[in-house]
Nanobody, 115 residues
Framework: QVQVVESGGGLVQPGGSLRLSCATS????????RGWYRQAPGKERELVAR??????TYADAVKGRFTISRDNAKKTVDLQMNSLKPEDTAVYYC??????????WGQGTQVTVSS
């Protein structure tokens, strides 16, 4: 059974930092991509950051503030979020794509940036 589990969300003040972590298990075969998406109330889910073949890409809104990283041995993918803004408030989802292009999603973790 495939499991994708996010952790690390919470409430933080503007300018603060949070680190999200995604643990995966049960995925058979190679991984094509690991990424983080977010969905704010009333908005569509959007890509935040992604690692594919060792290359990281970021949404323009988070460039220079967020960093995605992976640990192949631990089968985790993290998102370090610095200089958080109220507009970063959303539910953040971990996404894993395997070599057969099957998508796996976590349940999401809430990030709220507010004073």
């Amino acid at each position: 059974q495939v499991q994708v589990v996010e952790s690390g969300g919470g409430l933080v003040q503007p300018g603060g930092s949070l680190r999200l972590s995604c643990a995966t298990s049960g995925i058979i075969g190679s991984i094509y991509a690991r990424g983080w998406y977010r969905q704010a109330p009333g908005k569509e889910r959007e890509l935040v950051a992604r690692i594919t073949s060792g290359i990281s890409t970021y949404a323009d809104a988070v460039k220079g503030r967020f960093t995605i990283s992976r640990d192949n041995a631990k089968k985790t993918v993290d998102l370090q979020m610095n200089s958080l803004k109220p507009e970063d408030t959303a539910v953040y989802y971990c996404n894993i794509v395997d070599i057969a292009t099957r998508n796996y999603w976590g349940q999401g973790t809430q990030v709220t940036v507010s004073s």
